[in-house]
C-alpha cells in the first residue's frame, strides 16, 4: 500500500494519526490472512498501543524518526520481550522471551508500529517456508507457489500489502531469495553491520538480521534504524553508520556513468531458467544504456559455494541447538529419566530439516572428520573470499541473478533436499564471505511471478549498493508494479 515517505507525510501534515493507518493495515491483514498466512502471529493490542504513543509523541511536538507510526513484521526468529517467538519450531512453541533482541528494541524506540511475527522455515532452515512447524505461506503474485525462505513471511507480508516493512535474517540467502520470490527489495548487511543479539541463532557466523520494503529508499530507512554497534555483540562493528537514505539523490536516476559493474560469469551459463537469463540481458543493456561499465567477471570458487555451506552452517548448528534439551526452556517431553527425556524432547520438537542438519553437524565435526571436512570447508571458504576480493579490485559492484529461478510451486522440491539447497546457488557465497547483497526486482516471469536482480558490493559498502540499486530501480518501471491485492 504506502511507503515510510508518503506514511511520514501524513503523520507530519495530521492528515492521518499513526492509530488510523494501523488499523488500516490489521484490517487488511485480517482479510488476507486465510490467502497469505504470512503470520505466525499477529499482534493488535502491541500496534495499537505502538502506534497510540507515537500520536502522543506527534501531538507534544517531539522530533521523530521517519520510521515512526510505520507498520513493520517481525521474523518470529527475533526475540521480542512477553511475545512469543517460536522459531517456527515445535521446541519453542511456547517459548516467551524475557528479553527484546537489539534490532526490535531499537526500532520501538523509533516508533514503529509491530503487527505481528512472521513465518519462516523451522530455525530458518530452508528455501521455501515449507519447513515451517506451523503451517505454509503462499507467494502473493500466485498461491500455489512458496514465497521462498527461509523469511518468507516477511517477503510474503511485504509483497502482499500486509505492511510497508519486515525485518527477516539471512544465512545463505533467506532475505535475497524470498525478496526476489515475492517483488520486494530485501537486503542482507555486512556481517557485523547489524547486532545479533536475540536472533536465534542458526549458524552464528553466517547469520545476519536485515530489511525488506517495497522500495530501495524504505530499505535504506530501515537498515539505518538497525544498524550499528551493539556492545551485547561480540561480532558487532564499530564503525561509523552514514545516513544511507540521504545518499540516494536524483542524478542518480539519470546516470550511472562512471560505475564498473561486474556481471558474475559462473552464475550466467547452463542450469538459469531462459526467463531469468532474459531478465539479466535486459539488466546488463540498461545499466550499459545509463553510462555504467559493464564486464563479466570470473569467480571460480562461486561452485563449491552450496558443498562449503553444507558443512559449516550444519556444524554451526548442531552446536547451537545442543541448547534445546527440554531443561532450561522450551518443550520438555515426559519420560522415565533424564537421558530419556532428552532423547524425547527433541525427537517430538524438531522437525526432519534441523533433525537432518544437527546429524551433518555433529559427524562432520567428530573426531578424525574435522579435518577432512569442516577444516577443508573453511580453507575453501578463504578461497570464496579471496575470489569476491580479487573482483573488487576491478569493479564498484557484482552483479548476477538472484536465484536460478522464479519461485517454484508449493510441494515441488519438499521431497528433494539436495533440489531445495540448490535456489541458494547465488546467495550463500555473499555469506561466506560476509559481503552485503541486496535483491530487487528487474522483471515478471510470463506466469506473473517476478525476478529478482542480486547487487553484491565489497564489505561495508552498503552506501554504494543502495546508490545501484537505486539508480536501477528508479529508472525501470519493475517498482510501479502493484502489489497484488488478496481480500
Ligand atoms: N536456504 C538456506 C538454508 O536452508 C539458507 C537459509 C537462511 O539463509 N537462513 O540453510
Known amino acids: ?116 511475527k512472521t513465518n519462516l522455515d523451522e530455525f530458518a532452515m530452508g528455501s521455501s517456508t515449507e519447513n515451517s512447524a506451523f503451517h505454509r505461506t503462499a507467494n502473493p503474485w500466485k498461491l500455489a507457489c512458496v514465497p521462498g525462505g527461509s523469511s518468507g513471511g516477511s517477503a510474503a507480508a511485504v509483497g502482499g500489502n500486509q505492511v510497508p516493512i519486515a525485518l527477516g535474517s539471512d544465512t545463505g540467502g533467506s532475505i535475497r531469495q524470498p525478496a526476489a520470490f515475492c517483488g520486494v527489495v530485501g537486503l542482507k548487511p555486512t556481517y557485523g553491520l547489524v547486532s545479533r543479539f536475540g536472533l536465534i541463532a542458526f549458524a552464528s557466523s553466517l547469520d545476519q538480521i536485515g530489511p525488506f520494503a517495497r522500495t530501495v529508499e524504505d530499505c535504506a530507512l530501515l537498515l539505518q534504524g538497525i544498524a550499528g554497534y551493539d556492545p551485547k555483540d561480540s561480532t558487532s562493528l564499530q564503525v561509523e553508520i552514514p545516513d544511507y537514505a540521504s545518499l540516494l539523490t536524483p542524478d542518480l536516476t539519470q546516470s550511472l556513468q562512471g560505475k564498473k559493474i561486474g556481471v558474475i560469469q559462473e552464475t550466467m551459463g547452463a542450469g538459469l531458467d531462459p526467463e531469468v537469463a532474459a531478465a539479466m540481458q535486459g539488466v546488463i543493456k540498461h545499466l550499459e544504456s545509463m553510462g555504467a561499465t559493464v564486464e563479466e567477471i570470473s569467480c571460480p570458487r562461486f561452485q563449491y559455494g552450496i558443498a562449503t555451506y553444507y558443512i559449516i552452517a550444519p556444524s554451526e548448528a548442531s552446536a547451537n541447538l545442543a541448547r534445546y534439551d527440554g531443561v532450561k526452556y522450551g518443550l520438555r517431553a515426559e519420560a522415565k529419566n533424564l537421558l530419556e527425556m532428552y532423547g524425547k524432547t527433541r525427537e517430538e520438537g524438531f522437525g526432519a530439516e534441523v533433525k537432518r542438519r544437527i546429524m551433518i553437524g555433529t559427524y562432520v565435526l567428530s573426531a578424525g572428520y574435522y579435518d577432512a571436512y569442516y577444516l577443508k570447508a573453511q580453507k575453501v571458504r578463504t578461497l570464496i573470499k579471496q575470489d569476491f576480493e580479487r573482483a573488487f579490485q576491478q569493479v564498484d559492484v557484482l552483479i548476477c541473478p538472484t536465484t536460478p529461478s522464479p519461485a517454484f510451486p508449493a510441494g515441488s522440491k519438499t521431497n528433494d533436499p539436495l533440489s531445495m539447497y540448490l535456489s541458494d546457488l547465488m546467495t550463500i557465497p555473499v555469506n561466506l564471505a560476509g559481503l552485503p547483497a541486496l535483491s530487487l526486482p528487474c522483471g515478471f516471469s510470463q506466469e506473473g511471478l517476478p525476478i529478482g536482480l542480486q547487487i553484491i558490493a565489497n564489505v561495508l559498502r552498503e552506501d554504494l549498493l543502495l546508490q545501484v540499486a537505486y539508480a536501477y530501480e528508479q529508472s525501470t518501471p519493475w517498482h510501479k508494479q502493484p502489489f497484488p491485492l488478496l481480500g
Open 1 to 116: 500500500m504506502y511507503t515510510i515517505r508518503q506514511i511520514q507525510s501524513w503523520l507530519h501534515k495530521k492528515e492521518r494519526s499513526a492509530v488510523e493507518i494501523a488499523q488500516e493495515y490489521l484490517d487488511y491483514i485480517h482479510r488476507s490472512e486465510p490467502h497469505l498466512k504470512s503470520f505466525i502471529c499477529v499482534t493488535p493490542e502491541v500496534a495499537l498501543a505502538q502506534a497510540e504513543a507515537v500520536d502522543r509523541q506527534l501531538r507534544e511536538g517531539k522530533p521523530m524518526s521517519p520510521l515512526a507510526g510505520v507498520p513493520i513484521a517481525i521474523k518470529d526468529n527475533l526475540c521480542t520481550q512477553g511475545i512469543t517467538t517460536t522459531c517456527a519450531s515445535r521446541i519453542l512453541a511456547n517459548f516467551v522471551p524475557p528479553y527484546e533482541s537489539t534490532v526490535t528494541a531499537r526500532l520501538q524506540q523509533a516508533g514503529t508500529v509491530m503487527v505481528g
